[in-house]
């Protein structure tokens, strides 16, 4: 299967540069293999709507070499070259990056977001606020009355079970007894209404501790045994509510809100990531279809040629 996907992709490529003639000099950029230039001179060539030219140039960058220019390259910067090359060669095309390796990159980007609730006149929600306190500067979450994410009431419950067992314990000369045991667990869940790719979803998140006691047993001399749980209740919420931060902040950073700040270049990244993902289309944001001002900025601190948009995967 993997060969044969393979001769597709080669016979693809083949038929994308029928007919282009490279000139001395592009042909010498090409025999050089040097990735990041012939990525950005492939990336001109597709501004100016020649793509068979750019896969005639990338056809020199090996993905062993393309995989290196990403290993040293700030998450930014690595989205913008596995983009480059896709809005040149496509999705399959080589070289190239996979899922994999965009999900983890869009991970690590780290936008700066505002989260606050639907109305700015609303009483901010006093959870929310001190779990951004405590967490947000690590996520680069902040709170704001007129967020670039909407964000509901969170709500905390707990649960707590019980369940009758036996456990080993060890008796005062060394012997392993089974016991009769109660095994007692803690479930803090939390749960809030979030806007992501401009629908309401309702995230959720968990912890959990458990502890095990048990009554005398005066025939091997052994002690009761009660365990205190390792959290208070109050930290186990805390707990599960930043754990639920977590999740909204992942949520975010691989389906950021078109409302992203485009001031710097994770910002613009972002960006082009979300006008891909609220279109569908892998290449809307290389194609400029998106706010004509935001794109033209972000061209500009990309380092982008006019008209190139934002090429993101």
């Known amino acids: ?36 230039k012939l990525l ?37 910067l690595a989205l913008l070259w596995c983009g ?27 936008p700066k977001l505002s989260l606050g609730p639907p109305d700015p006149s609303n009483t901010p929600d006093p959870t929310l606020v001190a779990t951004l306190e405590a967490i947000g500067p690590e996520l680069n979450l902040i709170f704001a009355a007129d967020p670039d994410v909407i964000v509901g009431k969170i709500q905390i419950t ?6 009758q067992g036996f456990t080993t314990v060890t008796d005062p000369s060394g012997h392993r007894r089974q016991v009769p045991s109660t095994n007692h667990r803690k479930v803090a869940r939390c749960q809030a209404q979030v806007e992501l790719l401009s629908k ?42 930043e754990s639920w931060l977590r999740a909204v902040a992942k949520a975010l ?22 006008l891909n993902a609220q279109s569908g289309n892998p290449d809307a944001a ?3 279809r998106g706010d004509t ?4 900025k972000c061209e500009t601190i990309l380092g982008e040629p006019k008209g190139g948009g934002i090429p993101v995967p």
Not at 65 to 71: H, M, R, T, V
Not at 253 to 274: F, K
């Open 84 to 110: 480059r090359a896709q809005a040149v060669l496509g999705r399959e095309g080589k070289p190239g990056c996979d899922f994999k390796q965009v999900g983890l990159l869009k991970e690590s980007l780290r």
């Open 253 to 274: 950073w691989l389906s950021p809100p078109e409302t992203v700040d485009t001031d710097d270049d994770r910002g613009c990244v972002a960006y082009g990531i979300a």
């Open 200 to 241: 309401t979803r309702t995230l959720r998140a968990s912890e959990e501790t458990r502890s095990t006691s048990w009554d005398a047993e005066p025939r091997w001399k052994i002690p009761a045994h009660h365990e205190t749980p390792p959290l208070s209740d109050d930290e186990l919420k805390k707990k599960a509510t």
């Open 293 to 296: 001002a935001k794109i033209d």
């Open 286 to 288: 290389a194609e400029r």
């Open 1 to 36: 299967m993997r060969s044969a996907r393979s001769a597709a992709l080669l016979v693809w490529i083949c038929a994308a540069c029928a007919g282009v003639k490279l000139s001395p000099a592009q042909e010498s950029l090409r025999a050089s293999g040097d990735c990041e």
């Open 40 to 76: 950005l001179a492939a990336d001109a060539a597709r501004a100016q709507g020649d793509k068979k030219l750019g896969a005639a140039l990338l056809e020199g960058c090996s993905q062993e070499s393309f995989n290196k220019l990403l290993e040293v390259a700030r998450p930014a």
């Open 158 to 163: 707990l649960e707590e079970q019980t369940t």
